[in-house]
């Protein structure tokens, strides 16, 4: 008998006409994919793609660093101050720095003969320092006017305003409540010190042989109001807008030249 004759092409694992199983399916399909990935992959291997990569992000903090810096010295995110009324002033209880202190209102102090007043950030500051002595520096004319310098502080830490005497030739009373610094109180934190401004100030103040410390809060900004007696109201309203923004004198005698001293007649109005 003739041996049976085969059906089809011979079977083998790789011949001719064999048809590859899952597994060699799987294994291939493997292989592309490795060849594909290290392809893809060979780019990160390129010292320039890193290099192209650290001068982006560097580009754009320095981009972000400089725009925080330009409106970090505008007013933009500056606390806008409220105007101060007469009466909301007139209000305030003031505390006398004596062992027995004594308490009245604020209004006591222009009611007769006007007045120029310093809501002091801190006393142990140095750009307060400054600013009060260039105030007291307008004592004579102010005497010569009859109008009296004083100063308040919102809190009376250790020596610190018998440490603030010598740079302010008028008395101090003390403001617990804090609101000489209101009616809103506006405070400059740590921005204040990118503002190109405030290290002006700094420079200004050391240079003119001012120093200080850092007892007591300071971040809570003040300013100086000349009011006149009676009704007459606030002639002046200096609100600081940053550390060191000090008052223009020249317009602090204008406005104490504007007072008109409380007749007893117009008391009796």
């Not at 109001?225 to 609100?239: A, M, S, Y």
Request: proline share 6%.
């Amino acid at each position: 008998r003739e041996p049976a004759q085969a059906l089809g092409p011979p079977l083998g694992p790789l011949g001719p006409g064999s048809v590859p199983s899952a597994s060699h399916r799987a294994s291939g399909a493997r292989r592309g994919g490795l060849q594909g990935s290290a392809s893809e992959m060979s780019f990160l291997q390129d010292p320039s793609f890193f290099t192209m990569g650290m001068w982006s992000i560097g580009a754009g903090a320095l981009g972000a660093a400089a725009l925080a810096l330009f409106l970090a010295n505008t007013d933009v995110f500056l606390p806008k101050p409220q105007k101060a009324t007469l009466e909301y002033l007139e209000d305030i209880d003031l505390k006398t720095l004596e062992k027995e202190p004594v308490t009245f209102k604020a209004k006591a102090l222009w009611e007769n003969n006007g007045a120029v007043i310093m809501a002091v950030r801190r006393p142990g500051c140095f750009l307060c320092r400054e600013e009060a002595a260039d105030l007291s520096s307008l004592k004579p004319k102010l005497d010569e006017l009859g109008i009296p310098l004083y100063a308040v502080v919102k809190e009376h830490v250790k020596t610190e305003v018998k440490d603030f005497q010598p740079y302010f030739k008028g008395e101090i009373f003390l403001d617990e409540k804090k609101k000489f610094y209101g009616p809103e109180r506006r405070k400059m934190m740590f921005m204040g010190f990118v503002r190109l401004g405030v290290w002006y100030n700094f420079f200004r103040a050391r240079s003119g042989g001012f120093s200080g410390n850092l007892e007591g809060e300071g971040f809570i900004l003040g300013g100086v109001f000349v009011v006149g007696p009676g009704k007459q109201g606030i002639l002046l309203e200096h609100r600081e807008k940053e550390f060191g923004d000090k008052v223009n004198l020249v317009s602090v005698l204008e406005a104490a030249k504007k007072i008109k001293p409380q007749t007893s007649a117009s008391e009796k109005k």
